[in-house]
T-cell receptor, first 114, second 115 residues
Framework: SQTIHQWPATLVQPVGSPLSLECTVE??????LYWYRQAAGRGLQLLFY??????ISSEVPQNLSASRPQDRQFILSSKKLLLSDSGFYLC?????????????FGQGTRLTVV | AQSVTQLDSQVPVFEEAPVELRCNYS??????LFWYVQYPNQGLQLLLK??????LVKGINGFEAEFNKSQTSFHLRKPSVHISDTAEYFC?????????????FGEGTQLTVNP
């Protein structure tokens, strides 16, 4: 069966520090991969999605970047964190090549920038 | 592009009462609809999904939703809620694309079940 791992679960970082959140998927090949952010009291905002290695689409301009160095690995990064980067970050995957899909989510990372 | 509107940001109800969480969508093409639940500090779990066929969809934990194409709605219902149903609920829509789909989420509805 497929599983998705996301870490760390919580993170407190000072303003201006770098960020690296990692997500890996097991049990499937060539998935679509997503990074979502959930700010306090708000819905889910799609940040990045990837349909293959090295292929990243950005949904909103921001202080963050994403990379997909391996088929089932998706990394969210920042060179210098801002206070506004605080939030709950969720990684997700879905099947490729289907007319429809549903997304399967990791347990999330609570990022607090201080 | 598709969009989703969840009409209520917060819904407080008493235990064993019925509940309806409302969701409307907009899209120029056929859509697939989903409801997800999120418990505090956790990821999202799929409750149910509509892909085709019967417009009444049954999901886990006693929830069901009805797809209404003419009203572009996909409301979530449960006839009798429990304390444990307290969570945030997200409606989502995806459209058919050749390279897989992206899910667009609503803003979420916080369901609070009181004793």
């Amino acid at each position: 069966s497929q599983t998705i791992h996301q870490w760390p679960a919580t993170l407190v970082q000072p303003v201006g520090s770098p960020l690296s959140l990692e997500c890996t998927v097991e049990g499937t090949s060539n998935p679509n991969l997503y990074w979502y952010r959930q700010a306090a009291g708000r819905g889910l905002q799609l940040l990045f999605y990837s349909v293959g290695i090295g292929q990243i689409s950005s949904e909103v301009p921001q202080n963050l970047s994403a990379s997909r160095p391996q088929d089932r690995q998706f990394i969210l990064s920042s060179k210098k964190l801002l206070l506004s980067d605080s939030g709950f970050y969720l990684c997700a995957w879905s099947l490729v090549g289907r007319g429809w899909t549903e997304a399967f989510f990791g347990q999330g990372t609570r990022l607090t920038v201080v | 592009a598709q969009s989703v509107t969840q009409l209520d940001s917060q819904v407080p109800v008493f235990e064993e009462a019925p509940v309806e969480l409302r969701c409307n969508y907009s899209s120029s093409v056929s859509v697939y609809l989903f409801w997800y639940v999120q418990y505090p500090n956790q990821g999202l779990q799929l409750l149910l999904k509509y892909l085709s066929g019967s417009t009444l969809v049954k999901g886990i934990n006693g929830f069901e939703a009805e797809f209404n194409k003419s009203q572009t709605s996909f409301h979530l219902r449960k006839p009798s809620v429990h304390i444990s149903d307290t969570a945030e609920y997200f409606c989502a829509v995806s459209v058919e694309e050749t390279s897989g789909s992206r899910l667009t989420f609503g803003e979420g509805t916080q369901l609070t079940v009181n004793p």
